[in-house]
């Protein structure tokens, strides 16, 4: 079992590049979401989704963009890198109800 | 609003040694879970112990237990014996509990540096 898988594990942008961030998950999860983690902040909700063509906007949305067209994957996509977006970037899983979330071993991003 | 706050950014400790991380947190929910994850420098985020609120019983998970207290909103974690690969950020979560309005959302705290020193 893989479990959550991300990639890259590291990518450096120029400002208004896009980009997408893959994430895929084998424990056949109805749920999946996205976070951010920010240096002094903890990790914070930017989308999720509760199953195959369902998402919905987390804490922090903008700048960014989802979509869930199988179980398996939930890509996020960048559509205009901005340097506020540097950030560490964890993809998570979880059956429902949710008592556990899996994490993905996280994406490092810089946007210069 | 949910919120949920650790007020140490740091803290050290001597290997063998016990040592408790301070949570907090504010919700009107009567249903939750708490949770502690453990970051270590490899980045992954590791669950390490899980609170249902219903439960007046403490979790314990081996050297991990916590001080659950729901009337003061008091979430702390005691690592006994602790040992170096106990060196990690540590961060307490917060869920809503299914049946009122869960979605699934983890609100985090800022996180506490734990630095275990031989």
């Known amino acids: 079992n893989a479990g959550v898988t991300q990639t890259p594990k590291f990518q450096v942008l120029k400002t208004g590049q896009s980009m997408t961030l893959q994430c895929a998950q084998d424990?056949?999860?109805?749920?999946m979401s996205w976070y951010r983690q920010d240096p002094g902040m903890g990790l914070r909700l930017i989308h999720y989704?509760?199953?195959?063509?369902?998402?919905d906007q987390g804490e922090v949305p903008n700048g960014y963009n989802v979509s869930r067209s199988t179980t398996e994957d939930f890509p996020l996509r960048l559509l205009s890198a901005a340097p506020s977006q540097t950030s560490v970037y964890f993809c998570?899983?979880?059956?429902?109800?949710?008592?556990?979330?899996?994490f993905g071993p996280g994406t490092r991003l810089t946007v210069t | 609003a949910q919120t949920v706050t650790q007020s140490q950014p740091e803290m050290s400790v001597q290997e063998a040694e016990t040592v408790t991380l301070s949570c907090t947190y504010d919700?009107?929910?009567?249903?939750?879970?708490l949770f502690w994850y453990k970051q270590p420098p490899s980045r992954q985020m590791i669950l390490v112990i899980r609170?249902?609120?219903?439960?007046?019983q403490n979790a314990t998970e081996n050297r991990f237990s916590v001080n659950f207290q729901k009337a003061a909103k008091s979430f702390s974690l005691k690592i006994s014996d602790s040992q170096l690969g106990d060196t990690a950020m540590y961060f307490c979560?917060?869920?809503?509990?299914?049946?009122?309005?869960?979605?699934?959302?983890?609100?985090f705290g800022q996180g506490t540096t734990l630095q275990v020193k031989p």
């Open positions: 998570a899983s979880s059956p429902i109800p949710y008592y556990e979330q899996y």
């Open positions: 424990m056949n999860h109805e749920y």
């Open positions: 989704s509760v199953g195959a063509g369902i998402t």
């Open positions: 919700t009107s929910e009567s249903n939750y879970y």
């Open positions: 609170q249902e609120a219903y439960k007046q």
């Open positions: 979560a917060f869920m809503k509990s299914p049946g009122s309005g869960n979605t699934g959302k983890l609100i």
